[in-house]
């Protein structure tokens, strides 16, 4: 493995595992796993990698990878309880967050890999999730129910 295949594999390993809140902290564990590494470089990595920092109860926010489940279930217990309101007008759905959630809110939908969900687009406090033409909104909400539980209060 080259030094940067080697040193990914080693991120994502840690991001896994631990619940990391900044690129100081990831810095300070990679250091410990015998990776040498910038700030600006790890900036860089991470935006590759496309990881994500979403809402987490005790340490404000923490880095996750994209289609990882095996956060979904830990970040939707967070930030679940910043979802408003769900609505649908054709085939579009509108989830209504507190604000600043909503970016955190479309990254474990976008991760659903859902047949009935073509992707999503996140303000500040709204996301647009689009559906497929031939979706049922009961399907998609069913889909959401999985990640966010506490949408059936709201259904």
Known sequence: MNQKTQRFAIIRKIIRNEQI?????LI????????????????RDLKFMNV?????????????LPNSTTHEVNVSANISDNILSLSFSGNLGVLKTKSGYASAISVPIDNLDSPYILGTIAGDNTVLIILKEDA???DVTDALLRIFPTLSNMI
């Open 136 to 138: 049922k909104r009961k």
């Open 52 to 64: 994500a920092k979403v809402p987490h109860k005790n340490k404000g926010y923490i880095y996750v």
């Open 28 to 43: 300070t564990r990679l250091s410990e796993n015998g990776v040498e590494i910038t700030q600006s470089t790890l900036s």
């Open 21 to 25: 809140s900044s690129q100081e902290e």
